[in-house]
C-alpha cells in the first residue's frame, strides 16, 4: 500500500468507520464460533474490534514486520497474531470454526490468487464453519483512485462471488451490497 493508503489505514477516522458499520455489519446474523481465522488484519485495528466479540483469533498477516509488530501488540490477549500467506495456509483442515476478511481481498494481485485463498479458507473452516467478507465496490472514485495510487489493486465484482464461492466449496451464500461495499457469508457444507 502506499503511505496515504496506509495512514488512511491507521487513522481515527477509518477507525470509526470500522467500528460504525463495517464490524458490527460483519458480525449480524452470523456466528463465527470460538476459534476464528482473521485474514490480512494489517495493523489491527479490525482485530481491536472484532476481539470482545469472539473467544479467540488468529490473525493472519503477510507482511513479517507488520505480523511480528501485532504479535507483540496482542501478546496476553485472546489474539495470536501470525505470519503467513492466505493462498497457502499451514493450518489444519477443519481447524476453524470461523474466518473474516474486512477491506483486505482488493489487495491480492490477483483473482485467481482470490480464488485460492476462498479454497483454502474453506479448507481450514469445519464443516458448517462461516466465512465472512466484506469489501470495497467503488473503485472508479475519485477518493478510491487516490488512496490506491501506484499500489497494485484488483477489485472483486459482486456479481462474480456467488460462482467462485461456490468453486471453492462454500454454500448457502448470501450476498448484499451497497454503493460502498458488497457483504458476503457463506459456509463450509456440514457433508
Known amino acids: 500500500m502506499n503511505f496515504v493508503h496506509r495512514r488512511l489505514c491507521r487513522s481515527a477516522q477509518w477507525r470509526s468507520v470500522l467500528e460504525k458499520f463495517v464490524v458490527p455489519s460483519a458480525l449480524a446474523n452470523v ?8 485474514l490480512g488484519p494489517g495493523d489491527g485495528l479490525t482485530t481491536d474490534l472484532l476481539r470482545p466479540h469472539v473467544a479467540r483469533i ?9 505480523a511480528k509488530n501485532l ?5 496476553g490477549t485472546n489474539v495470536t497474531a501470525l505470519q503467513g500467506d492466505a493462498t497457502a495456509m499451514s493450518f489444519s483442515d477443519g481447524q476453524f470454526s470461523g474466518a473474516i476478511s474486512l477491506h483486505m481481498l482488493h ?13 483454502e479458507v474453506c479448507r481450514v473452516l469445519k464443516p458448517g464453519g462461516a466465512f465472512v467478507c466484506i469489501d470495497s465496490v467503488n473503485f472508479d472514485s475519485l477518493m478510491m483512485r487516490l488512496i490506491h495510487i501506484a499500489d497494485k489493486i484488483t477489485p472483486v465484482d459482486p456479481a ?10 462454500f454454500g448457502d451464500i448470501h450476498l448484499d451490497t451497497n454503493p460502498y461495499a458488497f457483504h458476503v457469508r457463506a459456509r463450509r457444507p456440514l457433508a
Open 31 to 38: 456466528h463465527l464460533g470460538d476459534e476464528v481465522l482473521e
Open 58 to 66: 488468529t490473525a493472519l498477516e503477510i507482511h513479517p514486520r507488520t
Open 71 to 75: 504479535a507483540a501488540r496482542f501478546r
Open 107 to 119: 489487495h491480492i494481485p490477483s483473482a485467481r490468487l482470490q480464488d485460492k485463498i476462498f479454497r
Open 160 to 169: 462474480s462471488l456467488t460462482p467462485r464461492l461456490e468453486a471453492a466449496g
